[in-house]
């Protein structure tokens, strides 16, 4: 075997244990879900039943057999026009279901939203070309539909905040920096917490990425849905072809008001990549609320009381810019 057929197998191995690392890594916390026993934090769940709202489940936007949302709706239904709130569910891109922010949807609907959980296709076997990307495209398309739908049961939406949590939240910004202005009903804020809106292999050292470049041109390319050579990275041609999922360089002076979170011990969305989206906030004048966690990783698991400001950041924000009339 020559030397450089054996170099070749060593990068490519190295770029597998990479992807696999990261793919490992996002599924080991893949429903972002805090267990806080905070009594604050109470107020941010109920008790679902008929007297609050009602839930419909796996109502279809598309062809793909993942391609349906549940949507929950307030039970009262007299008024001229209500607001959506959608919640991406997170799991690492290849993992998770809508079901698994059935708390955060139902509370949602107590305020007297409309509120939908999105399902978009995973990569995993039997979906290996799946990506960032077309899974973001997914959302767009499904967002047309949730508005039909919720107007066929009588629900009039005029305007809505987008959201999730770790790949949800990756999805969320997304639609919200690069897609807002085709939605069919006006984005009026953003909240979201621990999604990656950067891809730079200095800030993804935890990986290896800052160390092997064409590692990080693997583990981006399957991300972006297209090929990245290592010798494009730090050039103009990368910036251009990583920008489609870079939800940071979607950010203009327009862009919605926006929450945030993010753990400073961050090993599953590199606590370094946050500050691309921070800078990209500050230096387009967008309002907005960014809480770093300093003793906590992924799960924000560590500042119970910066959870609870978080949320009441969150809760603010909505009565601000998406008031229920």
Same mark, same amino acid.
């Given at each position: ?16 244990l ?25 107020k ?44 991406? =569910? ?37 979906h ?12 767009k398309s ?13 629900y ?17 910004m997304?639609?919200? &920096? ?41 583990l ?69 609320? &960014?809480?770093?966690?300093? =003793?906590?990783?992924h ?27």
């Amino acid at each position: 075997m020559s030397k450089d057929k054996k170099k070749g197998n060593k990068a490519g191995m190295f770029i597998l244990l990479c992807v696999g690392a990261f793919i490992v890594s996002f599924v080991g916390s893949a429903i972002f879900k805090v267990t806080y026993t905070s009594p604050e934090l109470n107020k941010y769940s109920v008790d679902w039943d008929e007297e609050i709202g009602t839930t419909y489940t796996d109502i279809a936007y598309g062809d793909g057999e993942a391609n349906k949302f549940d949507l929950y709706v307030p039970a009262d239904h007299t008024k001229e026009t209500y607001g959506l709130v959608v919640y991406l =569910h997170a799991g690492g891109f290849t993992t998770g279901d809508k079901s698994d922010d059935a708390s955060m949807l139902q509370w949602l609907t107590s305020k007297g939203y409309v509120a939908a959980g999105i399902n978009y296709t995973l990569r995993d076997e039997e979906h290996p070309e799946t990506n960032v990307y077309s899974q973001s495209m997914e959302i767009k398309s499904s967002i047309p539909a949730i508005v039909k739908e919720a107007k066929k049961l009588g629900y009039n939406l005029d305007s809505m905040a987008i959201s999730g949590g770790s790949a949800g939240g990756t999805l969320a910004m997304l639609y919200a &920096y690069r897609d807002a202005d085709e939605s069919p009903i006006p984005v009026k804020m953003l909240f979201e917490a621990v999604g990656p809106s950067s891809f730079y292999p200095e800030d993804w050292s935890v990986y290896g990425l800052d160390q092997n470049p064409e590692a990080a041109a693997g583990l981006f390319s399957i991300m972006a849905g297209t090929e990245i050579t290592a010798d494009m990275l730090g050039t103009e041609a990368y910036e251009e072809t990583i920008k489609p999922i870079s939800a940071y360089m979607w950010v203009n002076e327009n862009s919605v008001p926006t929450v945030s979170a993010y753990g400073v011990y961050d090993k599953v969305c590199p606590f370094d990549t946050v500050k691309h989206l921070i800078n990209a906030l500050e230096e387009n004048n967008v309002t907005h609320e &960014y809480i770093e966690f300093p =003793h906590s990783g992924h799960a924000l698991q560590n500042d119970n009381a910066l959870y609870v400001k978080y949320m009441e950041t969150v809760e603010k924000y909505l009565d601000t810019y998406i008031p229920v009339k």
